[in-house]
């Protein structure tokens, strides 16, 4: 069965300081790939997707992730975060074997220090 | 563009009592989903609808919770009788399309549910 683990439960950084949050799945294949972001009180809102192509994805608010094959991770990265960056990240894949259902990891949540 | 919309975003009650939730997706989404997180955890996909037929129901607890979608638009899902496990945000969501470079599943504010 497919699954997606985030390592990391909390990750603290400093107010403009980079960030990359990790992504593993376990698929035989290449499964569209997905970044959703939390903040307090609201809903999951998407940051960025991979389906195929490029292996470096955009996202909005200056997020971006790569997709490597080779170590089954779809990491997110920023140059430098902003103190509204705090918030609960979740990765997600979506596999024909899932009938492209989403699968989720658990979160990992980001804490800005001032 | 609205957005999907849920009520209510807060509910409290006690074992064994009632709730039921709305959801509104995105005008024109043909796919609505309906999803539970339990703090601590990545959502978990109750059920999924396609217009107003039901896709999978396979992790919905079938003694306890139910879903409908009539018209195929608006959706409730209720629990009777709530456990205190049921304590978790449900969330609602909605997508133009299940496979493809359309791909998105756009997710409402959520209703937080407390079961005392």
């Known amino acids: 069965a497919q699954s997606v683990t985030q390592p990391d439960i909390h990750i603290t950084v400093s107010e403009g300081a980079s960030l990359e949050l990790r992504c593993n799945y376990s698929y035989g294949a290449t499964p569209y790939l997905f970044w959703y972001v939390q903040s307090p009180g609201q809903g999951l809102q998407l940051l960025l997707k991979y389906f195929s192509g490029d292996t470096l994805v955009q996202g909005i608010k200056g997020f971006e992730a790569e997709f490597k094959r080779s170590q089954s991770s779809f990491n997110l990265r920023k140059p430098s975060v902003h103190w509204s960056d705090a918030a609960e990240y979740f990765c997600?894949?979506?596999?024909?074997?899932?009938?492209?259902?989403?699968?989720w990891g658990a979160g990992t949540k980001l804490i800005i220090k001032p | 563009e609205a957005g999907v919309a849920q009520s209510p975003r807060y509910k409290i009650i006690e074992k064994r009592q009632s709730v039921a939730f709305w959801c509104n997706p995105i005008?024109?989404?043909?796919?609505l989903y309906w999803y539970q997180q339990i703090l601590g955890q990545g959502p978990k996909l109750l059920i999924q609808?396609?217009?107003?037929?039901?896709?999978?129901d396979s992790q919905l607890p079938k003694d306890r919770f139910s879903a409908e979608r009539l018209k195929g638009v608006d959706s409730t899902l209720k629990i009777q009788p709530a456990k205190l496990e049921d304590s978790a945000v449900y969330l609602c969501a909605s997508s133009l399309k299940v496979v493809g470079p359309l791909y998105e599943q756009y997710f409402g504010p959520g209703t937080r549910l407390t079961v005392t």
């Open positions: 997600a894949v979506a596999t024909w074997d899932s009938n492209y259902q989403l699968i």
């Open positions: 005008s024109g989404h043909a796919t």
């Open positions: 609808f396609q217009n107003n037929g039901v896709v999978d």
